[in-house]
């Protein structure tokens, strides 16, 4: 019953280097997104996908990017990560049919830049 | 845009008793969804409820339920009952009904007291 699965739980970075966060879901759904979360905050949406071989951007997108080659992987890159990127990151899952469907959600990923 | 306000950063609930979590939220859209997630200290995000805004009924999940007010544009959570294991942060979210891309508020932390 893996769900929404994100790897690596945890990495720590030094300012400059890059590194992919890959999220993979079993549920067949449509729509992927990737939030952070920043202490004491909410999440903010980054980029989201509605389908294989689309992406699009959110609130929050400048120095990321993603690709969504397969419906159940979407991919989060930092090219060269920064320290205002230190965030908890979370990706999400859901139908996307048009109806109100729940986001699921991986466990996160926790990233330092130093 | 979208704007989602919990106006309560924390607060204790006594175990058994009930507990409501505001919840006010702001937009233009004509139809929409509102959510709660909870996240416990371990970090997880946990779909709670959903209610949608054409909805007649207050949605119940368990001992959760919303108190949606579409007039004032609130969605309050109540938790019935309340258990240790409530202890966490608690997260109101809305989507439009074009796409699923959720805007968060800022969370209330909750800490159910033996």
């Known amino acids: 019953n893996a769900g929404v699965t994100q790897t690596p739980k945890f990495r720590v970075l030094k300012t400059g280097q890059s590194m992919t966060l890959l999220c993979a879901q079993d549920?067949?759904?449509?729509?992927m997104y990737w939030y952070r979360q920043d202490p004491g905050m909410g999440l903010r949406l980054i980029h989201y996908?509605?389908?294989?071989?689309?992406?699009a951007k959110g609130e929050v997108p400048d120095g990321y990017n993603v690709s969504r080659l397969k419906k159940q992987n979407f991919l989060l890159g930092l090219e060269s990560a920064a320290p205002s990127q230190t965030s908890v990151y979370f990706c999400?899952?859901?139908?996307?049919?048009?109806?109100?469907?729940?986001?699921?959600f991986g466990d996160g990923t926790r990233l330092s830049i130093l | 845009a979208q704007k989602i306000t919990q106006t309560q950063p924390g607060m204790f609930v006594q175990e058994k008793e009930a507990v409501t979590l505001d919840c006010t939220y702001d937009?233009?859209?004509?139809?929409?969804?509102l959510f709660w997630y909870k996240q416990p200290s371990s970090g997880e995000m946990i779909f709670l409820i959903y209610?949608?805004?054409?909805?007649?009924q207050n949605a119940t999940e368990g001992r959760y339920s919303l108190n949606f007010q579409k007039a004032r544009k609130s969605a309050n959570l109540v938790i019935s009952a309340s258990q240790l294991g409530d202890s966490a942060m608690y997260f109101c979210?809305?989507?439009?009904?074009?796409?699923?891309?959720?805007?968060f508020g800022g969370g209330t932390r909750v800490l159910v007291k033996p």
């Open positions: 999400a899952s859901s139908r996307g049919t048009g109806e109100y469907q729940p986001q699921h």
């Open positions: 549920m067949n759904h449509e729509y």
């Open positions: 996908s509605v389908g294989e071989g689309t992406t």
């Open positions: 937009t233009s859209d004509p139809s929409y969804g």
């Open positions: 209610q949608g805004s054409y909805d007649q």
């Open positions: 979210a809305m989507s439009p009904a074009a796409g699923n891309k959720l805007t």
